[in-house]
């Protein structure tokens, strides 16, 4: 190996240069070649790269020279496919790649991402700029576009009123639940995905591919069928899409059982009484559905009553809907609802009843003092 300082004399007197040609400061130079310098900075190496007629890169190779520690240690580089997905409050999702320290220590190179196995992005492809920030999406250099673009299908929005982060606990439970089958759904396409290229039965093949197609969006599924056109295997940005998606459900699971870890669970009559209100929903939906004239108003009307009533059975003969498999169902609740009802009444007669009779004794005994005042002063 070459030290740093013959290599650039070497190279110099190869050219017929002298000092002064190859950097502005010919006594920097001159320390550099006898070695009183042994590490000049990059900025140094990289003019005397240029007027050598060579790259920084090329200059340094098989030298002694290493950059230093506290110089390394602020250049990045970026995951591909990992990223740091925030949600706030209205349910806007934002990411940003996972960035790393492009060197440890040691001064040792990080070449591929530990979650993934894939090679880090540390430079721009086209231009070779370096990365600069954690941020940074696009070359600071020439303007490209330094990953592959991820976006987010439509039904990742939280479902709830504008779009915003459920707020009841039913609503919670079923955000979770939708997210979570989502989440089982992208892992396993990337299992058919890594599966593909090994398997040899038409029809399975068939198979894997339909499902994969079924849940890419419309730009995945156009590189999966020029993919396929060329008899070449699905495109790495296709899997590496779904593995996108998969870091953005379980931030959604996360978020969504923080928001309902600070709500209050219902009762099981609470739980009853919504799930017979969402039933009887569905039965008037379905048929209205089948009505030749509806106005828009009676659906709305009935569904205003049924959050307000208590008697569901009214709601129901009103809308004359066959309600055979939800009766049972509709007399239990309603008799827990007239219990109730009949609980809070005696408890108020009785409540009633005590009053007055405290007020008849209250009377009773107002008189006997009256009557005993008059005696004494007799």
């Known amino acids: 190996m070459e030290k740093i300082g013959e290599k650039i004399n070497r190279l110099r007197k190869e050219m017929g240069l002298s000092q002064d040609n190859i950097h502005h400061q010919q006594s ?29 890169l090329s200059l340094v190779d098989d030298t002694d020279w290493k950059a230093e520690p506290t110089i390394k240690s ?77 976006t987010l299908p439509s039904n990742f929005l939280i479902e709830a009123a ?16 939708d997210i979570s089958n989502s989440l089982a759904t992208s892992v396993e396409i990337i299992g058919y995905i890594k599966m593909l290229p090994n398997v040899t039965d038409t029809d399975q093949k068939k198979m894997f591919i339909e499902r994969i197609k079924r849940y890419a ?10 993919a396929l056109n060329k008899k070449k295997p699905i495109p790495d940005h296709v899997s590496n899409h779904f593995k996108f998606w998969i870091q953005v459900e379980k931030e959604q699971l996360k978020k969504l059982k923080s928001v309902i870890s600070g709500l209050k669970e219902p009762s099981e009559e609470d739980t009853a009484r919504k799930a017979l209100s969402d039933s009887i929903a569905l039965k008037l939906e379905d048929s209205l559905s089948k009505a030749d004239f509806i106005d828009p108003t009676i659906l709305m009307d009935m569904l205003l009553e049924l959050r307000t009533t208590r008697d569901p059975l009214a709601i129901l003969d009103k809308a004359k809907v066959d309600t055979s498999e939800l009766m049972e169902k509709v007399r239990s609740v309603a008799q827990e609802m007239k219990t109730d009802d009949e ?31 008059k005696e004494k002063e007799d």
């Open 343 to 373: 609980s809070d009444d005696k408890k108020n007669s009785e409540d009633g009843n005590s009053e007055t009779d405290a007020a008849e004794n209250a009377e009773r005994n107002n008189k006997n003092a009256k009557i005993e005042n």
């Open 217 to 226: 969006n419309e730009p995945m599924k156009l590189e999966i069928e020029i």
């Open 74 to 150: 602020k250049e990045i580089a970026f995951s591909p496919v990992m990223v740091d997905v925030e949600i706030d409050d209205d349910g806007n999702i934002s990411w940003s790649h996972k960035s790393y320290s492009l060197y440890n220590e040691k001064g040792e190179k990080a070449e591929y991402c530990l979650e993934t196995g894939l090679k880090l992005i540390d430079s721009c492809e086209n231009c070779s700029r370096q990365v600069e920030n954690v941020k940074q999406e696009y070359c600071i250099g020439c303007g490209k576009a330094l990953f592959s673009q991820f």
């Open 28 to 56: 920097l130079v001159s320390q550099i070649e006898s070695g009183s310098i042994s590490k000049p900075g990059e900025g140094v190496l990289h003019e005397i790269a240029q007027n050598l007629d060579t790259t920084f």
């Open 162 to 177: 504008d779009n915003r982060i459920p707020r009841s606990w039913y609503d919670c439970v079923f955000a979770i639940n």
